[in-house]
């Protein structure tokens, strides 16, 4: 089943303890990005990968990074998180040159940060 | 499930009645347009996209209508369902990146029974 995982679902954190979401992706795409949603604000990029050790920022970058050393997985790391990093943060894949609908979402990380 | 929004515009509907969602998208050189369902507790879903070389587009039970001039798009729903309840989000794209998305913030569409 072609499918975007997302480790953890939940999470709860303190402020500038180290995390890292995992994200992974069974369709050999070229193409993963994560995104963050709040109320009110819909789904905003943070970083993209066009492919293996290549990353790019995304609208909103700040106080994340990113590594793409394979090609089904692209983690997101927060070195020290804080608490206006709560947020619903969604992975996503897609074929590179493919129209949108070949973009898989994963289920979403809920992250909170005290 | 996750909570993707508590202050969302809600559109509520008869079931078997037709469903508009409508969009205002903020950049005049956005070219490709794109309509997304997010069920509660799992990510976006791809519904139906549209060029900005046309006004319409039709897919199953799903219609994306473009009206550039006023910088607005709409999905309409035929004979909604209550399979339907869900937020739904549109999103643009740059003319000069196709990987780029920039979202709406959602209307939740509920389906009376």
């Known amino acids: 089943e072609a499918q975007v995982t997302q480790n953890p679902r939940y999470l709860i954190t303190v402020t500038g303890k180290k995390l890292t979401v995992t994200c992974s992706q069974n369709?050999?795409?070229?193409?993963m990005s994560w995104y963050r949603q709040d109320p009110g604000l819909g789904l905003r990029q943070i970083y993209y990968?066009?492919?293996?050790?290549?990353?790019d920022k995304g609208d909103v970058p700040e106080g994340y990074k990113v590594s793409r050393k394979e090609k089904r997985n692209f983690p997101l790391i927060l070195e020290s998180p804080s608490p206006n990093q709560t947020s619903l943060y969604f992975c996503?894949?897609?074929?590179?040159?493919?129209?949108?609908?070949?973009?898989?979402f994963g289920p979403g990380t809920r992250l909170l940060v005290l | 499930g996750e909570s993707v929004g508590l202050h969302l515009p809600t559109l509520s509907v008869q079931e078997g009645d037709n469903s508009i969602i409508n969009c205002a998208y903020s950049?005049?050189?956005?070219?490709?347009f794109i309509w997304y369902k997010q069920e509660s507790g799992k990510g976006p879903q791809f519904i139906i996209d549209?060029?900005?070389?046309?006004d319409k587009r039709q897919g199953q039970r799903v219609t994306v209508l473009l009206n550039k001039t006023v910088k607005h798009l709409s999905l309409q729903i035929a004979a909604t369902q209550p399979g339907d309840s869900a937020v739904y989000f549109c999103?643009?794209?740059?003319?000069?990146?196709?990987?780029?998305?920039?979202f709406g913030s959602g209307t939740r569409l509920l389906v009376r029974p």
């Open positions: 996503a894949s897609r074929r590179l040159g493919g129209g949108q609908e070949t973009q898989y």
């Open positions: 369709m050999n795409h070229e193409y």
């Open positions: 990968s066009m492919n293996v050790e290549v990353t």
């Open positions: 999103a643009e794209s740059p003319m000069d990146s196709s990987y780029k998305l920039i």
């Open positions: 950049n005049s050189a956005s070219d490709y």
């Open positions: 549209i060029r900005s070389n046309m």
